[in-house]
């Protein structure tokens, strides 16, 4: 009963957001349909400079709007895709593309994630390795000398305790 309510809820959110996703798309009419995909290509492949966690094609920021626009544009004045990215690196850094150039500058970011998988199996090794028991285990006549010490020690608090 639980699983059908909630499929029936996916499924009409689904039915309700789907045409506000294609309405950010469908507002920009372009004369072939090659153009019109590669808008959605670049939209979702640029990120949006204020919301930094949304592509262009996501974010509903003022700056996206405007950077749809001129998009659209450029896609109608035919521009290749590789012209239309490297203007938008030109203008806004290389932080508006999702999946940054491997190079000095972005050396840090691709090699982070390995770095720190490096550190966690270093970290499990240092940390998980075990240390020898022998040296904690008694032999049998160290274990009478200590028992003996201990019963020494009884004997002589009971005699303080009795003077």
């Known amino acids: 009963m639980l699983k059908s ?3 029936t809820l996916l ?3 689904m039915s309700w957001a789907s045409p506000l996703v294609q309405a950010g798309v469908g507002s920009y009419e372009f004369a072939e349909p090659e153009m019109a995909q590669r808008f959605v290509d670049l939209t979702t492949v640029l990120r949006c400079p ?3 966690n949304q592509s262009l ?3 509903d920021s003022i700056i996206a709007k405007d950077l749809r ?3 659209q544009m450029l896609i109608k004045t035919g521009q290749t895709d590789r012209q239309i990215t490297d203007f938008m690196v030109q203008r806004y850094g290389e932080f508006i593309l999702y999946d940054p150039p491997f190079n000095k500058g972005t050396l840090v970011l ?3 994630p390995f770095g720190m998988v490096l550190l966690g199996l270093w970290a499990l ?3 998980g390795r075990k240390t020898s028991g022998q040296g904690a285990m008694l032999t049998p006549k160290e274990q009478q000398q200590i028992e003996q010490l201990l019963a020494d020690n009884q004997a002589q608090h009971r005699d303080l305790k009795n003077d």
């Open 11 to 13: 499924l009409g959110f």
């Open 50 to 52: 204020k919301c930094q």
């Open 125 to 127: 090794w240092f940390f």
């Open 5 to 7: 309510i909630t499929v």
């Open 57 to 59: 094609a996501d974010s």
């Open 110 to 112: 691709w090699l982070a």
């Open 69 to 71: 626009g001129q998009l």
